[in-house]
């Protein structure tokens, strides 16, 4: 089991740019939730599907940020169109019957 | 309203020393969970443990021990003989069944480190 993958590990990119964040969850997991961290602001929940579907995007800081995820391996986090306070590292988690497991995490740098 | 509080910001300890480090939270479900994670340098974030609301034993694992007191709503993570890989940032958090649905509340994390 290859645990949660996240791609990329690092993005830099500059401002006004659009940012895609991928994820693959781990195989039967039913849940995903994609998470925010940074210094201010600590660990956030951005957003968490069940079997494919959104359930909660409350926590999706403006109109800017998008996710989908059109099927149960795959998932993107979406800025369009990024600004340098989008910096941050963003995770994602699929969830089993015991607890979360997380990916290791993209910093986003945006200059 | 749920929330999570870790109070010590960091903690420095030598090699060897036990350790424990807070976590109190709030929320008005009957049924919830509380973790404890570890975030090393490195950045990933790793689960250590998960308990309920019904299972007030306390856990010890190696030389992790956690210890659950409803009556003070605090679940506490002592890491004993401290070692310098130990070093990293600690969170903990709740998630409440009833009204929390499946959002997870994090503290501000514990940031902690062992000197050798």
């Known amino acids: 089991d290859a645990g949660v993958i996240q791609s990329p590990r690092h993005e830099v990119t500059e401002m006004g740019q659009e940012v895609t964040l991928r994820c693959k969850p781990i195989?039967?997991?039913?849940?995903l939730f994609w998470y925010r961290q940074t210094m201010m602001r600590g660990l956030e929940l951005l957003i968490y599907?069940?079997?494919?579907?959104?359930?909660?995007d409350s926590g999706m800081p403006e109109d800017r940020f998008s996710a989908k995820m059109p099927n149960a391996s795959f998932s993107t986090l979406k800025i369009q169109p990024s600004e340098p306070r989008d910096s941050a590292v963003y995770f994602c988690?699929?969830?089993?019957?015991?607890?979360?497991?997380f990916g290791s995490g993209t910093r986003l740098t945006v200059v | 309203a749920q929330k999570v509080t870790q109070a010590q910001t960091e903690i420095s300890v030598v090699e060897k020393e036990d350790v424990t480090l807070d976590c109190v939270y709030e929320?008005?479900?009957?049924?919830?969970?509380l973790f404890w994670y570890k975030q090393p340098p490195s950045g990933e974030l790793v689960f250590l443990i998960r308990?309920?609301?019904?299972?007030?034993q306390n856990e010890i694992s190696g030389r992790y021990s956690w210890n659950f007191q409803k009556s003070t709503s605090s679940f506490n993570f002592t890491i004993t003989a401290s070692q310098v890989v130990d070093s990293a940032v600690y969170f903990c958090?709740?998630?409440?069944?009833?009204?929390?649905?499946?959002?997870?509340?994090f503290g501000a994390g514990t940031r902690l480190f062992v000197k050798a």
């Open positions: 958090a709740l998630r409440g069944v009833n009204t929390g649905g499946f959002k997870t509340i």
């Open positions: 599907f069940n079997n494919n579907v959104p359930i909660d």
């Open positions: 308990r309920n609301s019904f299972d007030e």
């Open positions: 195989s039967g997991h039913d849940y």
């Open positions: 929320t008005r479900d009957t049924t919830y969970y």
């Open positions: 988690a699929s969830r089993n019957n015991y607890g979360y497991t």
